[in-house]
């Protein structure tokens, strides 16, 4: 059974940074991409990043473009949400997600299958 676990949130003030880290377990199939959403309570659902299986390709929402660094470590099955300069808006709920139809590319906003639990980010003025 395939398993996402996310960790790192917490509460930082504005400027301040945080790395988000998911550790995926059970999986026995093809490369996929992953990525990372974030949720406020009563917004949709936004995508934040992705990254390819090789890792050579990635994806930024606007939003966070040149704040944010999305990277893995297939060796520990682990993938990574640096986030720098964090801001008020940032404060959500993050989710790492994976995709295993796509292996070669990735999508911001694509359709992902395995999601984790979540890890809460609290960015204070």
């Known amino acids: 059974q395939v398993q996402l676990v996310e960790s790192g949130g917490g509460s930082v003030q504005a400027g301040g940074s945080l790395k988000l880290s998911c550790v995926v377990s059970?999986?026995?199939?093809?490369?996929?991409?992953m990525g990372w959403f974030r949720q406020t309570p009563g917004q949709e659902r936004e995508g934040v990043s992705c990254?390819?299986?090789?890792?050579?390709?990635?994806g930024y929402a606007d939003s966070v473009k040149g704040r944010f660094t999305i990277s893995r470590d297939n060796a520990k099955n682990t993938l990574y949400l640096q986030m720098n300069s964090l801001k008020p808006e940032d404060t959500a709920m993050y989710y790492c997600?994976?995709?295993?139809?796509?292996?070669?590319?990735?999508?911001?906003?694509?359709?992902?299958?395995?999601w984790g639990q979540g890890t809460q980010v609290t960015v204070s003025s």
């Open positions: 997600a994976a995709d295993p139809s796509n292996g070669a590319g990735c999508e911001v906003d694509g359709n992902y299958d395995y």
């Open positions: 059970g999986w026995t199939g093809t490369n996929f991409c």
């Open positions: 990254i390819s299986w090789s890792g050579e390709r990635s």
